[in-house]
């Protein structure tokens, strides 16, 4: 036998996809389990041609599932973002679209038991500690996929996953603005810096030269704009605390415009190193909590709601993504509550996942 098999779903979160793993099933030391999951991946190839990855930052992504030791969750959720063209794995940031397929996986391997008609899943998210409570559809004693919810950057419609993200100010910093303030100016151009589920830089995109409507295709086409985006991304994380951000794709960067499409907001999402082609899940949250905050990049651009709770709506390439919001505004200032969204997933196929031995002998 000359290839180690591996047990994995293969699984559709929201607007991304990739390989659900039982945590047990996978190497304990981060430098093996780096190599295992490039090999799954097929990472180091534009095309992923030798793996299971399709050729996307958002086709790369890996969830590692385990039955958890606080008391506060039932699943741990430990996220890898593996890269296309290098053979490098980042575990610092999770991801909230691959998180929608998290609640549906672990009943699926068997790791949460069926509650009733919806199995409410409490999970961990490993590489932030933040909690999320999913609401996956059970009825008959199975997860269901079928259904009408419809997401923009998915076709068809499937069944509604609530996602409940509690606690999500300062994710990594601890603090809504690391900086200290709700805008820095770098190399000339004011950027918000806010914490709030994935740390993030935003800009207004009229400031770096576009409009904020463009194609994915459009921005990821534009190397000048890339390059003057990383230069400014790796002094906000300095900034923020991170230090040298030049291999770790936190943060992540926004640019945000006036709405066009009947939103709230438009925004252009950035992995960093390439356009999401809709909108990161933790990310809409980020965006939603700079549009509220007073004294942002946002502030001026567009006429946020004032009125608690609410319905956000970011313009993404592809449509649209409401954010469920809870904040207030009081005499000691702006205090983000709570965020919320309803997703879809889908299980796409099961087996094993193949791996040379010579990377891992199980």
């Known amino acids: 036998m000359t290839q180690t098999a591996i047990p994995f779903l293969f699984m559709r979160g929201g607007t991304s996809r990739g390989p659900y793993f039982n945590r047990a099933d996978l190497p304990d030391d981060r430098e093996t389990l780096a190599e295992v999951l490039c090999s799954a991946v097929g990472a180091g ?13 958002v ?4 969830a590692m599932l385990s039955v958890s030791e606080d008391p506060a969750a039932d699943i741990d959720y430990f996220f890898a973002q593996v890269a296309v063209e290098d053979r490098q794995v980042d575990f610092s940031p999770t991801c909230g679209n691959i998180l929608v397929g998290v609640g549906p996986a672990a009943i699926e391997m068997g790791l949460v038991p069926v509650t009733g008609d919806v199995t409410r899943v409490r999970i961990r998210a490993v590489n932030t500690g933040a909690l999320v409570e999913a609401e996956v559809q059970t009825p008959g004693g199975h997860v269901v996929y079928d259904g009408d919810t419809a997401i923009d950057g998915v076709p068809g419609s499937a069944a509604p996953i609530p996602l409940n993200f509690m606690e999500v100010v300062g994710s990594r910093t601890g603090k809504l603005f690391p900086t200290g303030q709700p805008i820095d100016v770098i190399d000339g151009i004011e950027v918000s810096c806010v914490d709030v589920a994935m740390p993030m830089m935003m800009a207004r995109a009229a400031d770096l030269g ?14 000048a704009l890339f390059a003057r ?4 991304r790796l002094e906000a994380g300095k900034r923020m605390g991170f230090g040298d951000v030049t291999k770790s794709v936190v943060p992540k960067v926004g640019l945000i415009a006036a709405p066009a499409q009947g939103g709230d907001m438009a925004a252009r999402y950035f992995m960093p190193w390439t356009t999401h082609p809709t909108l990161a899940v933790t990310g809409s949250q980020c965006l939603a909590a700079c549009a509220l905050a007073p004294g942002t990049v946002a502030e001026g651009l567009i006429d946020p709601p004032t009125a608690s709770p609410a319905t956000f709506r970011i313009e993404h390439p592809m449509g649209l993504m409401d954010v469920r919001v809870q904040f207030e505004n009081g005499p000691e200032g702006f205090d983000f509550v709570s965020a919320g969204v309803t997703r879809t997933a889908r299980l796409l196929a099961r087996g094993d996942v193949m791996i040379p031995r010579a990377i891992w002998a199980g």
């Open 45 to 57: 190839n534009p095309r992923n041609i030798d793996g299971l990855g399709g050729g996307n930052a």
């Open 59 to 62: 086709t790369t992504k890996v």
């Open 210 to 223: 576009i409009t904020g409507y463009e194609s994915q295709t459009e921005l990821d086409e534009n190397t």
């Open 229 to 232: 985006i990383e230069a400014l």
